[in-house]
């Protein structure tokens, strides 16, 4: 399971305060050409900088956050917010406004942005900055995210003194000048902003020789550049470069998924993930928040998710209950259909394949609840089981169309159904739906109880009998034998 929990990371960066006003439009404004839209829902995000220390609270890392807000209800607002998740602020009281961006929707669709914004006096950024340098022994890396709104200014000044205590700084830059990063330890710009700076790339080829160019002319350690449905391409002083194919199969919303992948970046990096590995994490974290609407992040529970699929096949890691029930409405809120089943699965055979693929069929993601080796015993008797709990728990995540394994100890897995609240649960055999354990919890959600086909002639018990009885056969072949000599 990855834990991101060890990592301290001080992020430093643009703070702003998101707003989004929505409701219906069904009118045209009679004093001008624009649609009315009557506001019905009012909505604040973190944004900025603000929102890449969201991403690495979500992800489970310590995090605390510097920047500038104004002295006003929005910088409240966003001190309030960024507390309430647990991040604790360390903000200067510059003399310009807290960054506000307004976004006006109705059906889904932004009609209007409305930017509260001053440039920040010079003035501020070095007071801000001098504040800022003590706080940075505490940590085992810095963030610095760069918006381009003033408070960075004196960015070269963080880097200097980050290097001097040997702590590493990663930025995401903004801007058609990187001078003032020189000397960090990782540099991520998209290939839009890459080009800004290095020009134009015609192949492969070219683009490698800019980004060693890059590196060599910032004195920096590493650059990733993120490419969109290209991937990413990670490059180093003297590796080979790293390039991977994005993992995104829906895209709905790329909208913050630049502070996810730096925020799961720093995470990974900061708990001793190596950087390669922290890509492709990253990449990880980038495919599940732009399958969602408007700014996301990704839960250590979602990564844990995906990163489990990946390894399936490297010995499988369950989720915990807890994460479960995140995992699931995460996927209900998608809109997606959970199905939920159970059974022992001792020695998996053909009958279970087939019943299990009939039952993921029923919706978009099948859970199956597998009861521990006590409670086996208890209904099979002391010889069962035959294969551990581990092992067929890695047997059953194996298959293709299954999505989480999660064991039970309890006589039946009601409790567990109740919690995780499944849209379809599933049984095989010649039950009655009302005999289903947990069908009631199913059905007062709004679910579906479905009984499966049984397939005669496929039984676990039977299995065994027969390989008991081939042994004892044996065994009587091989005593007639030596009675024969």
Same mark, same amino acid.
């Not at 001792?346 to 055979?349: E, K, P, T």
């Not at 039946?412 to 055999?429: A, N």
């Given at each position: 399971?990855?834990?991101?929990?060890?990592?301290?990371?001080? #992020?430093?960066?643009?703070?702003?305060?998101? +707003?989004?006003?929505?409701?219906?439009? /069904?009118?045209?404004? $009679?004093?001008?050409p624009?649609?009315?839209?009557?506001?019905?829902?009012?909505?604040?995000?973190?944004g900025?900088?603000?929102?890449?220390?969201?991403?690495?609270?979500a992800?489970?890392?310590?995090?605390?956050?510097?920047g500038?807000?104004?002295?006003?209800?929005?910088?409240?607002?966003?001190?309030?917010?960024?507390?309430?998740?647990g991040?604790?602020?360390?903000?200067?009281?510059g003399?310009?406004?807290?960054?506000?961006?307004?976004?006006?929707?109705?059906?889904?669709?932004?009609?209007?942005?409305?930017?509260?914004?001053?440039?920040?006096? $010079?003035e501020?950024?070095? *007071?801000?900055?001098?504040?800022?340098?003590?706080?940075?022994?505490?940590?085992?890396? #810095?963030?610095?995210?760069?918006?381009?709104?003033?408070?960075?200014?004196?960015?070269?000044?963080?880097?200097?003194?980050?290097?001097e205590?040997?702590?590493? %700084?990663?930025?995401?830059?903004?801007?058609?000048?990187?001078?003032?990063?020189?000397? @960090?330890?990782?540099?991520?710009?998209?290939?839009? /902003?890459?080009? +800004?700076?290095?020009?134009?790339?015609?192949?492969?080829?070219?683009?490698?020789?800019? @980004?060693?160019?890059?590196?060599?002319?910032?004195?920096?350690?590493?650059?990733?550049?993120?490419?969109?449905?290209?991937?990413?391409?990670?490059?180093?002083?003297?590796?080979?470069?790293?390039?991977?194919?994005?993992?995104?199969? !829906?895209?709905? !919303?790329?909208?913050?998924?630049?502070?996810?992948?730096?925020?799961?970046? @720093?995470?990974?990096?900061?708990?001793?993930?190596?950087l390669?590995?922290?890509?492709?994490?990253?990449?990880?974290?980038?495919?599940?928040?732009?399958?969602?609407?408007?700014?996301?992040t @990704?839960?250590?529970?979602?990564?844990?998710?995906?990163?489990?699929?990946?390894?399936?096949?490297?010995?499988?890691?369950?989720?915990?209950?807890e +994460?479960l029930?995140e995992?699931?409405?995460?996927?209900?809120?998608?809109?997606?259909? #959970?199905?939920f089943?159970?059974? &022992?699965f001792? *020695?998996?055979?053909s009958?279970?394949?087939?019943?299990?693929?009939?039952?993921?069929?029923?919706?978009d993601?099948?859970?199956?609840?597998?009861?521990t !080796?006590e409670?086996?015993?208890?209904?099979?008797? $002391?010889?069962?089981?035959?294969?551990?709990?581990?092992?067929?728990?890695?047997?059953?995540?194996?298959l293709?169309f299954?999505?989480?394994? #999660?064991p039970f100890?309890?006589?039946?897995?009601?409790?567990?159904?109740?919690?995780?609240?499944?849209?379809?649960?599933?049984?095989?055999?010649?039950? +009655?739906p009302?005999?289903?354990a947990? &069908?009631?919890?199913?059905?007062?959600?709004g679910?579906?109880?479905?009984?499966?086909?049984?397939?005669?002639?496929?039984? %676990?018990?039977?299995?065994? /009998?027969?390989i008991?009885?081939?042994?004892?056969?044996?065994?009587?072949?091989?005593?007639?034998?030596?009675?024969?000599?």
């Open positions: 399971m990855l834990d991101f929990s060890n990592a301290r990371i001080l #992020v430093i960066g643009d703070v702003m305060l998101d +707003q989004y006003w929505s409701g219906p439009s /069904e009118r045209v404004s $009679p004093e001008a624009v649609p009315v839209v009557k506001i019905k829902n009012d909505e604040v995000r973190l900025g900088a603000a929102n890449v220390a969201l991403n690495l609270k992800l489970g890392a310590q995090v605390e956050i510097a500038v807000i104004g002295k006003d209800s929005a910088g409240e607002e966003l001190t309030n917010a960024l507390n309430q998740y991040i604790s602020t360390h903000f200067y009281l003399s310009t406004p807290t960054i506000r961006k307004l976004r006006i929707l109705s059906r889904h669709q932004q009609l209007l942005r409305m930017d509260f914004e001053e440039t920040l006096p $010079p501020d950024s070095l *007071i801000f900055t001098t504040q800022t340098l003590p706080l940075l022994k505490n940590f085992d890396l #810095v963030l610095i995210s760069d918006y381009g709104k003033g408070c960075l200014n004196e960015v070269q000044r963080l880097i200097q003194k980050s290097n205590l040997q702590i590493k %700084t990663f930025i995401d830059p903004k801007g058609d000048c990187y001078e003032k990063y020189r000397g @960090a330890t990782l540099i991520k710009p998209n290939q839009s /902003e890459f080009c +800004q700076i290095t020009g134009s790339f015609n192949d492969e080829n070219d683009f490698d020789i800019k @980004a060693a160019h890059l590196i060599e002319k910032l004195k920096i350690e590493h650059l990733l550049v993120t490419r969109s449905e290209h991937g990413m391409a990670l490059f180093g002083k003297t590796n080979t470069p790293y390039k991977i194919a994005t993992r995104a199969q !829906d895209v709905y !919303d790329v909208t913050g998924a630049g502070d996810t992948v730096i925020a799961t970046l @720093a995470a990974a990096f900061a708990n001793g993930k190596n390669q590995e922290s890509v492709n994490l990253a990449n990880m974290a980038a495919g599940i928040v732009v399958a969602k609407v408007g700014t996301a @990704a839960s250590i529970a979602e990564l844990n998710d995906q990163f489990s699929q990946s390894q399936r096949h490297q010995g499988y890691v369950s989720p915990s209950k +994460q029930k995992l699931v409405e995460q996927a209900q809120q998608q809109g997606q259909k #959970v199905v089943t159970n059974g &022992c001792d *020695i998996l055979h009958g279970h394949v087939r019943y299990l693929d009939e039952a993921a069929k029923q919706g993601k099948l859970i199956i609840a597998v009861n !080796d409670s086996v015993q208890t209904l099979k008797g $002391p010889s069962r089981p035959i294969i551990p709990l581990e092992n067929r728990m890695e047997l059953l995540a194996s293709s299954v999505d989480w394994v #999660v100890s309890e006589e039946t897995p009601r409790d567990l159904i109740c919690y995780l609240q499944p849209d379809v649960l599933v049984k095989g055999g010649d039950y +009655q009302h005999e289903i947990g &069908c009631d919890c199913v059905w007062e959600n679910g579906e109880v479905k009984i499966l086909s049984f397939w005669d002639g496929f039984s %676990t018990s039977n299995i065994v /009998e027969r008991q009885t081939s042994l004892d056969d044996n065994r009587s072949s091989q005593n007639n034998a030596k009675g024969d000599a």
